[in-house]
């Protein structure tokens, strides 16, 4: 078969090709070969990739879910086998002798014979992937961009562009019967690709296992509740998790996890904390280690009895403050709602673990809010939750800075309904405070800048008309100290 094609106006021959039924097996075979060993390249770089994205900076692992990794799977066998095609072809058409010496002929392939094309897209794929890996390294892109989602129909344009080049290449060989080469092109390559998706270290099963380690969803169930207005924290780097919910492999058992020295989860016990905290706090600066926040991911169905023993050890351990944290698959900071603790009392405190040298000077008045298992209580009587709100408001507009909220806790009441009426006191407080901005300033409380100075002042004066007066009291200790403050109130 002989071709006739003309570049720059010089004019060229492409030889008969003529191939034996043993050099088209030949070719076959090294085709499928290079694309197998392409494929398992691309798929070892991707999975390398995902291993080291957990690291102590970031702190995030890059997994897939099973659709996502059979779509990149599908694509990087596309590109193995368009790869390979590429190069057994460009060796089966060699470039004619009389444009040997000519100029940028490399560069005009795509107007020519084409035969240069593919392995310049592919060059240029590959150089941008470097850059970008490169890139990963000191900002990681793929905590903000969503490839699968984002750049799916990119991928799929990447791949037709490639497919239409393979067969353009082939059209330089067999000039006729376009539609037959087109359709025997397109089932070959594609089958190919599929086959080669299908292969068992194409699923990531082994890397999936190796990050496991650093996900607490495989180890202990947990449906987090959200916040209508989570606090963010300011420096993850100063956070330590904690996972509390059902056991995945016995869920009448609750566990309770942290990470290693390694960065991999474990199940711990409470006899292990004095160790813990003090390793974490040891990681620190001195005058970070007061910084130091603790964020519990507690499951929606685990009992209060269990986050009670749980807060009771941070108090042994005088862990100052902590995080009720919400929203696992946050990338860029630990969210949820705040809390202070006190110390447990113990004679060997040179200060008192709660503020009882101060309840004698305690003026204002108490509202009791009790949490039962399926309602709430204020002050005895029982009311709908979403009334919450209002009566806080209205509670605390009598005397804003001398009243005081106590929330009891029945042990039976899960999780997630504790979150949930906690969430809405934070929300009446916001509230408030939203409203005050508003009178002040005309913006809303979350608009004010806590950097600039003016806001700042506003800022400060509106959280001291309107503190968060309010004490959980889960542990005997802090049950007995409301008590107190209720006497004196009557």
């Given at each position: 078969?002989?071709?006739?094609?003309?570049?720059?106006?010089?004019?060229?021959?492409?030889?008969?090709?003529?191939?034996?039924?043993?050099q088209?097996?030949?070719?076959?075979?090294?085709?499928?070969?290079?694309?197998i060993?392409?494929?398992?390249?691309?798929?070892?770089?991707?999975?390398?990739?995902?291993?080291?994205?957990?690291?102590?900076?970031?702190?995030?692992?890059?997994?897939?879910?099973?659709?996502?990794?059979?779509?990149?799977?599908?694509?990087?066998?596309?590109?193995?086998?368009?790869?390979?095609?590429?190069?057994?072809?460009?060796?089966?058409?060699?470039?004619?002798?009389?444009?040997?010496?000519?100029?940028?002929?490399?560069?005009?392939?795509?107007?020519?014979?084409?035969?240069?094309?593919?392995?310049?897209?592919?060059?240029?794929?590959?150089?941008?992937?470097?850059?970008?890996?490169?890139?990963?390294?000191?900002?990681?892109?793929?905590?903000?961009?969503?490839?699968?989602?984002?750049?799916?129909?990119l991928?799929?344009?990447?791949?037709?562009?490639?497919?239409?080049?393979?067969?353009?290449?082939?059209?330089?060989?067999?000039?006729?019967?376009?539609?037959?080469?087109?359709?025997?092109?397109?089932?070959?390559?594609?089958t190919?690709?599929?086959?080669?998706?299908?292969?068992?270290?194409?699923?990531?099963?082994?890397?999936?296992?190796?990050?496991?380690?650093?996900?607490?969803?495989?180890?202990?169930?947990?449906n987090?509740?959200?916040?209508?207005?989570?606090?963010?924290?300011?420096?993850?780097?100063l956070?330590?998790?904690?996972?509390?919910?059902?056991?995945?492999?016995?869920?009448?058992?609750?566990?309770?996890?942290?990470?290693?020295?390694?960065?991999?989860?474990?199940?711990?016990?409470?006899?292990e904390?004095?160790?813990?905290?003090?390793?974490?706090?040891?990681?620190?600066?001195?005058y970070?280690?007061?910084?130091?926040?603790?964020?519990?991911?507690v499951?929606?169905?685990?009992?209060?009895?269990?986050?009670?023993?749980?807060?009771v050890?941070?108090?042994?351990?005088?862990?100052?403050?902590?995080?009720?944290?919400?929203?696992?698959?946050?990338?860029?900071a630990?969210?949820?709602?705040?809390?202070?603790?006190?110390?447990?009392?113990?004679?060997?405190?040179?200060?008192?673990?709660?503020?009882r040298?101060?309840?004698?000077?305690?003026?204002?008045?108490?509202?009791?809010?009790h949490?039962?298992?399926?309602?709430?209580?204020?002050?005895?009587?029982?009311?709908?939750?979403?009334?919450?709100?209002?009566?806080?408001?209205?509670?605390?507009?009598?005397?804003?800075?001398?009243?005081?909220?106590?929330?009891?806790?029945?042990?039976?009441?899960?999780?997630?309904?504790?979150?949930?009426?906690?969430?809405?006191?934070?929300?009446a407080?916001?509230?408030?405070?939203?409203?005050?901005s508003?009178?002040?300033?005309?913006?809303?409380?979350?608009?004010?800048?806590?950097?600039?100075?003016?806001?700042?002042?506003i800022?400060?004066?509106?959280?001291?008309?309107?503190?968060v007066?309010v004490?959980?009291?889960?542990?005997?200790?802090?049950?007995e100290?409301v008590?107190?403050?209720?006497?004196?109130?009557?």
């Amino acid at each position: 078969m002989t071709l006739q094609k003309g570049f720059l106006r010089k004019p060229f021959t492409y030889q008969n090709l003529s191939l034996s039924k043993y050099q088209v097996w030949m070719y076959a075979g090294i085709w499928l070969t290079g694309s197998i060993v392409i494929f398992f390249l691309l798929i070892s770089v991707k999975e390398a990739f995902r291993f080291f994205s957990y690291n102590t900076v970031v702190d995030e692992v890059f997994t897939l879910s099973n659709s996502e990794a059979r779509f990149f799977s599908f694509f990087y066998a596309c590109l193995a086998c368009f790869f390979s095609f590429s190069l057994v072809v460009s060796h089966i058409i060699a470039r004619p002798s009389a444009l040997k010496g000519v100029k940028g002929y490399r560069k005009r392939a795509i107007l020519n014979n084409l035969s240069g094309y593919q392995g310049y897209f592919i060059f240029w794929y590959f150089k941008m992937a470097t850059f970008w890996a490169i890139i990963n390294v000191v900002i990681p892109v793929f905590l903000f961009i969503n490839f699968t989602n984002e750049y799916r129909s990119l991928f799929i344009a990447m791949l037709v562009v490639l497919y239409l080049h393979s067969w353009l290449m082939l059209r330089l060989v067999f000039k006729n019967s376009i539609l037959k080469m087109m359709a025997m092109s397109a089932i070959i390559i594609f089958t190919t690709a599929f086959l080669l998706s299908q292969l068992s270290f194409a699923n990531g099963a082994i890397i999936n296992n190796i990050l496991g380690k650093f996900q607490a969803s495989t180890y202990v169930q947990l449906n987090l509740p959200t916040a209508t207005h989570p606090y963010v924290a300011p420096r993850k780097i100063l956070a330590r998790e904690l996972f509390l919910g059902a056991l995945v492999s016995d869920s009448s058992q609750v566990g309770l996890l942290s990470k290693n020295a390694d960065n991999q989860l474990q199940q711990i016990n409470y006899s292990e904390f004095p160790d813990l905290i003090a390793f974490e706090k040891e990681q620190l600066s001195e005058y970070e280690r007061d910084q130091l926040l603790w964020v519990l991911y507690v499951d929606k169905n685990v009992r209060m009895v269990d986050v009670r023993n749980l807060r009771v050890e941070l108090r042994k351990n005088y862990v100052h403050q902590i995080l009720w944290g919400t929203h696992l698959s946050d990338e860029h900071a630990a969210t949820g709602i705040r809390e202070r603790l006190w110390p447990l009392c113990n004679s060997s405190m040179a200060e008192p673990c709660l503020p009882r040298d101060h309840s004698e000077d305690f003026k204002g008045e108490l509202m009791q809010v009790h949490i039962a298992p399926d309602f709430v209580t204020v002050n005895g009587q029982q009311i709908p939750l979403e009334n919450l709100i209002t009566e806080i408001k209205n509670f605390q507009s009598k005397n804003s800075n001398g009243n005081l909220i106590s929330v009891t806790i029945d042990d039976s009441v899960t999780y997630g309904y504790y979150f949930e009426v906690k969430d809405k006191i934070r929300t009446a407080f916001h509230q408030l405070r939203g409203e005050e901005s508003i009178r002040q300033t005309g913006r809303r409380f979350d608009e004010l800048d806590s950097y600039d100075p003016q806001d700042r002042i506003i800022y400060n004066r509106i959280t001291s008309k309107w503190p968060v007066n309010v004490i959980e009291a889960m542990d005997e200790d802090e049950k007995e100290f409301v008590k107190s403050l209720k006497t004196i109130s009557r």
